[in-house]
Nanobody, 113 residues
Framework: VQFVESGGGLVQPGGSLRLSCAAS????????MTWYRQAPGKERKLVAT????????NYAESVKGRFTISRDNAKNTVDLLMNSLKPEDTAVYYC???????WGQGTQVTVSS
């Protein structure tokens, strides 16, 4: 099982980023997929969830209305579109298959002027 996250970077407050995750080593289309984030000195927290068929999504209150999770089961990818970014969104972002024990290396998102 492998997750490779990409798309992070430095962005000004109010800006946007699209994160992407390429997954492999399991039947991607059968799994609920999630994005987590971990800020410096803090625990890893769930940000967004999408069902196996992409028909339903759920978000942490702190990102609701600003972030959108999506997936492509043909390409085994899951994306996170982040708009109206705030400094408190700064963290390492990870994608994860619900129930998996594996994690990728994450991608750093820094929101700063």
């Amino acid at each position: 099982v492998q997750f490779v996250e990409s798309g992070g970077g430095l962005v000004q407050p109010g800006g946007s980023l699209r994160l992407s995750c390429a997954a492999s080593g399991f039947t991607f289309s059968s799994y609920v997929m999630t994005w987590y984030r971990q800020a410096p000195g803090k625990e890893r927290k769930l940000v967004a969830t999408i069902t196996s068929d992409g028909g339903s999504t759920n978000y942490a209150e702190s990102v609701k209305g600003r972030f959108t999770i999506s997936r492509d089961n043909a390409k085994n990818t899951v994306d996170l579109l982040m708009n109206s970014l705030k400094p408190e969104d700064t963290a390492v972002y990870y994608c994860h298959a619900f129930g998996s024990e594996s994690w990728g290396q994450g991608t750093q998102v820094t929101v700063s002027s």
